[in-house]
């Protein structure tokens, strides 16, 4: 295979290679410091998770309620402003470090803004706030938490623009707290297109995705020329039949079967990418059912999210569920990977680091 890389120079950008949330698998998540790294790594999309503020403002968080994981509120004054609160008992000791919730929506931009991001992770166990912060896994880093810039959606779209990069918005929905005052699913909707309408970025370089397939649809019909490149999100959370286990490879388990999907006007899904692969029972990797009734469908396939896991010498964990006979070292990823894009033929990649796709991107040659 011949290697698209210059001697010194990055590998070329190729949107096969997808940024999830940045490169959270090194810096902290929907930074710049993160987002920059995966546009030197290759990766010719960016992903903003799109939660909102108490003053509705659009921003780039994985959950609307994850600030205490993800940032460094807790040590601020708008801890006390937070959904749950940290406790405290006489001696100050950390009471509810199991309960703790800070929501985008408990703070405005402008509060927002003063925070820093950090590694996601907490210590459900902590009896301080210093523990409850200081959990991130080992096979991570804080090497890279000093600057921990955390951006607006309007910010993350410059940034995109400046980098050459497209664009993958995921609507959040924060089913507990819909509607929000007079803020409506279909209010937020519309103002996460508004966005990219407003700084002038085409249709055509904008994949706005869901796990909702309600907003997918929603896009379809009142914003069709982003609606074409809408993507539905999948999991077995999301897409089992009731009173069934969901089955890859068994479509009376599934709650929509491909067609119907196509039938929505959707064009794309995304399904985990466990979902569209399965091992032989010999230790060799395969395309599911799953996958090749979307391809039969005619439905274009992106996955999610390769180095979203630890080392693979116990199979990986939920990313790589039912594939423990075939993957059981780091050096199986390339081998997932390749059967992703050869076997199962998805567009692109979600990576929390996209060098490795990036990598093997450029390896074979792919647009």
């Known amino acids: 295979m011949s290697l698209r890389r210059v001697r010194g120079k990055p590998p070329v950008k190729i949107d096969f290679s997808i940024s999830h949330r940045g490169a959270p698998l090194q810096y902290p998540e929907h930074t710049y410091d993160g987002y920059v790294a995966a546009a030197r790594m290759g990766a010719g999309i ?19 309620n994850d600030l205490h994981t993800t940032t460094n509120i807790l040590t601020t004054s708008l801890a006390n402003r937070c959904t749950t609160p940290p406790a405290f008992d006489a001696s100050g000791k950390l009471t509810n470090a199991d309960s703790v919730e800070c929501r985008t ?33 080992p096979w991570r880093t804080d090497l890279y938490n000093q600057n921990g810039q955390i951006l607006s959606l309007a910010e993350h779209i410059s940034l995109a623009k400046k980098l050459g990069m497209k664009h993958t918005p995921e609507l959040k929905t924060p089913s507990e707290t819909m509607p929000y005052g007079d803020y409506t699913q279909d209010d937020y909707r519309q103002a996460l297109i508004n966005a990219y309408r407003k700084a002038g970025v085409p249709a055509s370089d904008v994949y706005a995705q869901s796990f909702n397939m309600d907003d997918v649809t929603y896009w379809l019909k009142n914003t069709p020329d982003f609606g074409k490149n809408a993507v539905y999100l999948i999991d ?31 064009n794309i899904i995304a399904p985990a990418t466990w979902l569209l692969v399965s091992s032989d029972g010999m230790g060799h990797l395969q395309a599911s059912q799953y996958a090749k009734a ?11 999210s390769i180095e979203r896991s630890g080392p693979l010498a116990k199979g990986g964990g939920w990313y790589y569920t039912g594939l423990d006979d075939a993957i059981n070292n780091d050096g199986d990823m390339m081998n997932y990977i390749d059967v992703l894009a050869q076997d199962v033929g998805v567009m692109g990649i979600f990576s929390d680091w996209p060098a490795t796709v990036s990598y093997y991107a450029n390896c074979k040659g792919l647009k």
């Not at 503020?53 to 994985?62: F, G, P």
């Not at 927002?112 to 301080?128: C, E, F, H, R």
């Not at 979307?294 to 999610?304: D, H, Y």
């Open 46 to 64: 960016l992903e903003c998770d799109v939660a909102f503020t108490k003053d509705k403002q659009l921003v780039c968080r994985h959950a609307q």
């Open 236 to 266: 077995d959370s999301n897409e089992t039949a009731d009173g069934k286990t969901f089955d890859k490879n068994d479509p009376t388990t599934w709650k929509h079967s491909m067609a119907d999907i196509k039938a929505k006007g959707i």
């Open 105 to 137: 929506s408990d703070i405005t931009l402008a509060e927002y803004k003063s925070l820093t991001g950090k590694m996601d992770a907490a210590n459900k166990k902590a009896t301080t706030i210093a523990d409850y912060m200081n959990a991130t896994a």
């Open 294 to 304: 979307a391809k039969a469908a005619g439905l274009k396939m992106i996955t999610w």
